[in-house]
Antibody, heavy 114, light 111 residues
């Protein structure tokens, strides 16, 4: 069964940092571009970042550029999102997805609040 | 940046009746390779998004044939020929031609 499982979401203070992980199984992870997508509470979907198969190409939404870093470890079939200088407006459910968006995880909740 | 605009944002539909959602992009979504990277997603309450259609009109595996996508350039449409109760949720278009951008979402509900 193809599966993406996110983890690492929690309550963090404004200005803090957090690292999200996404574990992939049932797919040839090293063949896929991968993305992070977030959904603010009660709102729509926002693409956050993506990365190519070997990590040599990465792209970010303007709202997170310079604060978030996407990375991957193909040996561990894992995708990561390092989030720094977190703001209240980063509060969201964060989804890991294949960059063709045919495979999605169930999401992990990040809450930025004091 | 490409901006995706959906309409309507709320769509009450009677069971068995058709439904249509429009999605417009601020610039052409035709990529250098000649393909148009426009996807449609369904997000049922409490669930992750699910891709229904990719490249404008290609239905994903397991998607009922009452769902269809059409359009070109900057104007795209998702149609449901006969709405069923399980179709309740929010529908998003998303472009993958110039990085990635989602529409605001259209909430489909049963009248």
């Amino acid at each position: 069964e193809v599966q993406l499982v996110e983890s690492g979401g929690t309550l963090v203070q404004p200005g803090g940092s957090l690292r999200l992980s996404c574990a992939a199984s049932g797919l040839s992870f090293n063949r896929y571009w991968m993305s992070w997508v977030r959904q603010l509470p009660g709102k729509g979907l926002e693409w956050v970042a993506n990365m190519n198969q070997d990590g040599s190409e990465r792209h970010y939404a303007v709202s997170v550029k310079g604060r978030f870093t996407i990375s991957r470890d193909n040996a561990k079939n894992s995708l990561y999102l390092e989030m720094n200088s977190l703001r209240a407006e980063d509060t969201a459910v964060y989804y890991c997805a294949s960059d063709g968006f045919d495979i999605w995880g169930r999401g992990t909740v990040v809450t930025v609040s004091s | 940046d490409v901006v995706m605009t959906q309409s309507p944002l709320s769509l009450p539909v009677t069971l068995g009746q058709p439904a249509s959602i429009s999605c417009r992009s601020s610039q052409s979504l035709v990529y250098n390779d000649g393909n148009t990277y426009l996807n449609w997603f369904q997000q049922r309450p409490g669930q992750s998004p699910r891709r229904l259609i990719h490249r404008v009109s290609i239905r994903d595996s397991g998607v009922p044939d009452r769902f269809s996508g059409s359009g070109s350039g900057t104007d795209f449409t998702l149609k449901i020929s006969r709405v069923e109760a399980e179709d309740v949720g929010v529908y998003y278009c998303m472009q993958g031609t110039d990085w990635r951008a989602f529409g605001q979402g259209t909430k489909l509900e049963i009248k």
